[in-house]
């Protein structure tokens, strides 16, 4: 089990199986088409409230 929680707080936003599901949650939820062109040229902003970070967690077996 995976879970995207914030740097700073400590905050779960995500909990998955698999650690590409959270990057693709990542990607889908916080990355916005939009007018705002950065180095590479292409119009996509990044708007996270803090540092993100994926961990890795066991499963409590029942």
């Known amino acids: ?12 936003y ?5 650690q590409s599901q959270c990057i693709r949650w990542i990607n889908e939820n916080m990355a ?6 950065n ?3 292409d119009d996509i902003k990044v708007d996270i409230p803090e540092p993100l970070i994926i961990k890795h967690i066991k499963e409590k077996k029942s």
Do not use: D, F, P, S
């Open 14 to 18: 995500y909990r998955a199986k698999y």
């Open 1 to 12: 089990m995976y879970v995207v929680a914030g740097l700073n707080t400590g905050t779960e």
């Open 32 to 37: 916005k088409h939009k007018k705002a062109r």
């Open 39 to 41: 180095t590479r040229g």
